[in-house]
């Protein structure tokens, strides 16, 4: 039987899920915003769904760009 790893993946190569053309559209549209006060983002969805994940392939992505805004994670747990 395989080792099961639940923690949350770090960049494209490890995603077995499909989620990330999901957080490269998400990254786009972060790029695309015209805000100079900032913005808000949040990821909703039931434990283990995969939220973490697609939280860190979205940082993955806009680390890509030099013009990224700068990204500020709050736990709220």
């Known amino acids: 039987m395989p080792d099961f790893n639940d923690a949350p993946i770090e ?3 490890q995603d077995r899920f499909g989620f990330d053309p999901f957080a490269h559209s998400i990254a786009r549209c ?3 915003l015209k805000r100079p006060l900032g913005s808000v ?3 909703h969805g039931p434990w283990g769904s995969g939220k973490s994940s697609v939280i860190n392939l979205v940082r993955h992505h806009l680390a890509q760009d030099p013009s990224a ?3 500020v994670s709050i736990q709220a747990w």
């Open 30 to 32: 972060i790029l695309a």
């Open 69 to 71: 805004p700068v990204v």
């Open 41 to 43: 983002v949040a990821i």
């Open 11 to 13: 960049n494209p190569e």
